[in-house]
């Protein structure tokens, strides 16, 4: 038997979504080098503008000289370095929790929660538009799968009154990737409170950026001590790489007996550990990044009204500007790029039919000027694609 996949790949390119990687050509920052040329990069999640910080490299430099590069096994075999322990206890510490796990990845930690938590005979409730990992963990787990209209508490509530599961998950992103707008997470505290569900919030996108400590989103709207499990990646507003859970004691401890992908994957570089115990306490300390950035996203979302295009309601640094079609989408991106910057066109199936769009991210890294640059050229851009207005 053979596979015959040009006929997907063909498919693919016919509907413009077909996706390919850019090799970046310098680190991540303020700009992008692509093919010996740079652009303003506006399609990053280094939203704190850490991934490149001096004093975050020096930690991970010193930490490669005193622990070396691989951690050589997974937390418990032989892997689990002080460099992690210390970083776990900071992340309790900083999100309010008894204590916190790390994972190589969102993605993994999200599937690790569901698998270790969730079985036949339980229910998991998720967001229309939660981020495909939760989607995925939700499928993967074997509890019956139902999924609610988007930031709908009122539809979450009348499906939790309605199960008989015999426990009941509730999903939900802090701030949704694609759209930047946030979940209401104190309507959905209330509905798991009446109806006998833990809450699980992954906030991938407001650790670090929400809250005046950066605390992220629970914090920022009041539900922390009412959200049983929150996930939180260090490779957005912290600026390096991996992710965590954090909860109560038995919640971590069910994690690490139960949760296969904490178990079965080598430990991330302790380099790493280290170098973010660097970048949390800047993204404490720092304000002034938070800050800068809601002047940016003010100036931005502001400038582009002006011009008549489509934003999505998002106080957060995602600002898409909605398109509706993938080639129109296309097109802008292509255009921009042309003029020097680099902005992703995101299409379906990353997004719904006809809601393709122009992701911008912005970052503590930014100046007003770059702001101002890109407006400049989206005016000059306008007519090159049928934005929609």
Not at 29 to 57: E, K, M, T, W
Not at 296 to 301: G, P
Not at 313 to 325: A, C, M, V, W
């Amino acid at each position: 038997m053979t596979f015959d996949l040009s006929a997907d790949l063909e498919e693919r390119h016919r509907q413009h979504r077909y996706r390919q990687p850019q090799i970046m050509e310098g680190p991540c920052g303020r700009h992008a080098v692509v093919n010996g040329q740079r652009y303003l990069n506006f399609c990053s999640n280094d939203y704190l503008g850490l991934a490149n910080d001096a004093d975050v490299i020096r930690a991970f430099q010193q930490a490669a000289n005193d622990w070396g590069v691989g951690s050589g096994a997974s937390h418990l075999v032989c892997g689990h370095q002080r460099p992690h322990q210390d970083l776990e206890e900071a992340l309790a510490a900083h999100t309010g929790r008894e204590r916190a796990l790390l994972f190589s990845t969102g993605y993994m930690a999200n599937l690790g929660v569901m698998s270790a938590l969730l079985g036949k005979g339980d229910g998991v409730f998720e967001d229309r538009l939660n981020h495909a990992s939760l989607l995925d963990g939700g499928l993967l787990s074997g509890a019956r799968f139902r999924r609610f209209a988007h930031n709908d508490a009122e539809a979450l509530a009348s499906q939790l009154q309605r199960s008989e599961a015999r426990r009941k998950l509730v999903v939900a992103d802090g701030v949704f990737s694609m759209d930047g707008d946030e979940a209401p997470l104190a309507d959905y505290a209330q509905a798991c409170e009446q109806h006998d569900a833990w809450l699980m919030v992954d906030d991938a996108h407001g650790i670090g950026v929400l809250d005046a400590k950066g605390r992220g989103s629970l914090f920022a709207q009041g539900v922390n001590e009412r959200t049983q499990i929150l996930m939180g990646t260090l490779g957005k507003g912290l600026g390096t790489g991996g992710a965590f859970v954090a909860g109560s004691q038995q919640l971590i401890e069910t994690l690490i007996q139960f949760a296969r992908t904490f178990i079965y994957t080598t430990a991330m570089p302790a380099a790493v550990a280290a170098a973010t115990r660097v970048s949390l306490e800047k993204a404490q300390q720092e304000n002034w990044r938070r800050e800068k950035l809601a002047v940016l996203i003010a100036r931005f979302r502001q400038g582009v009204r002006q011009l008549g295009y489509a934003l999505m309601p998002s106080q957060t640094p995602i600002q898409p500007i909605l398109i509706g079609s993938d080639a129109d989408a296309m097109v802008l991106s292509n255009a921009l790029r042309e003029s020097g910057f680099l902005i992703t066109a995101i299409r379906p199936p990353t997004v719904p039919e006809g809601q393709a769009r122009l992701r911008v991210t912005l970052s503590a890294a930014h100046e007003t000027e770059d702001v101002d640059a890109l407006l400049v050229a989206l005016e000059a851009n306008a007519g090159t694609q049928h934005a929609s207005r």
